[in-house]
């Protein structure tokens, strides 16, 4: 039992304070589909402030990972703005399926996701070796990625992520692979981050966690917002004072 009273303790200190600034994301979806004329999503906007953790939800086939993808700017049948802070932005996006070269190290992925950001050799040594340590990847960071097993690949995802520090995360279904003590170390880290004054967007069917870990909420079902806001707010849009997120999202999708 007292296990489990660390482990709540551990998610009721996942809040953060968010900040009253400008947001570092801000968006607009008119409408975003895959073919000319046959939009899968319609009217989406939201925006993330410094520190805030936004959980966007949904079915499956409800419109996340389109809208994701929106965000991104990967879709040509697209009408939308979408504002990154930072010039350049500075963002980093953690993928639900990890991408990989067959070729190249774990350090080697590091490397040149290093390179990417612009970094300096001296910062990311020390970036990465913390990654490595924390996400207990010491003893494979010179092997190839291929042989990893799913959770390893999708910590390598996340570590590529958290490398460069960005003002934003997007982030699709993190804990996917993850076992319990990866899932621990990725929260851990992003709650850091958010400290930090980052703002996170994260796609999750994870409903119990993202209850405990999330600012505020995107509900998306048929491509529409169902719901946005904090808990109390998708509470009253599903007529469910005090109801659990899963109860309220049962009844808005």
Known sequence: MSGMNSANDRMADMSVHVYSTEPVLEVN?????YEPGRPRIHD????VVPGELMGLIGPNGAGKSTTIKAVLGLLK???????IAGDPPRYAYVPEQPVFYEDLT???HLDLAAAAFGMDDHSFEEQA???????????VRNDLPGGFSKGMKQKMMLMIGFLSKPDIYIVDEPFIGLDPRATRDFLDLLLEERRRGAGVLMSTHVLDTAEKICDTFVLISHGRVASRGTLQD????????GASLFDCFDVLT
């Open 29 to 33: 979806i008119q409408e975003a589909g």
């Open 44 to 47: 989406i906007s939201f925006q």
């Open 77 to 83: 049948d697209c009408k939308a703005e979408v504002r």
């Open 106 to 108: 774990l350090w080697e």
């Open 129 to 139: 070796e913390l990654l490595l340590q924390q996400f207990g990847m010491e003893s």
């Open 234 to 241: 998708v509470q009253e849009a599903a007529n469910l004072p």
